[in-house]
């Protein structure tokens, strides 16, 4: 992690373990769980359950896909460039869904349903 003859690993050798315990908090705070709050919330109860393992199969493949390629991204782009890709892509989505998808709570099945019928 840090270059250990500069005497620096020693000192903090507990941070790559937080880094990564924060990174597992956050991201199921977050991206993770957006599957299942989107599907919950947004489909119609009419194909909810059609979609909800469709949804569930493309997400587990696109994480696999991320889990897969970070070895050979990390390689090829470095440490600092391959985080700067994933805050790029969670700050695109994080505008996409707060600009596109619709605020749900105090609201009804029927009135989330209007409001996609209209767009």
């Known amino acids: 992690f840090l270059p250990g003859d500069l005497g620096m690993a020693d000192s903090i050798r507990w941070l790559p373990l937080l880094i990564l ?11 993770s769980s957006l599957v299942w709050v989107v599907t ?13 393992p469709f949804a569930i ?9 991320v889990t897969f390629f970070f070895h050979s991204m990390f390689v090829t782009f470095g440490g600092f460039g391959i985080f700067l890709f ?4 969670s700050l695109f989505f994080s505008v ?3 600009f596109f998808l619709p605020e749900t709570s105090g609201k009804s099945q029927e009135e989330i349903s209007q409001f996609f019928r209209e767009c």
């Open 57 to 65: 199969l493309v997400s587990s493949i696109l994480w696999f896909l």
């Open 86 to 89: 994933y805050a790029i892509i």
């Open 21 to 31: 315990v924060l990174y597992f908090i956050l991201f199921n705070i977050g991206l």
């Open 40 to 52: 919950a919330e947004i489909l119609p109860t009419e194909i909810r359950d059609q979609i909800i």
């Open 96 to 98: 996409t869904s707060f």
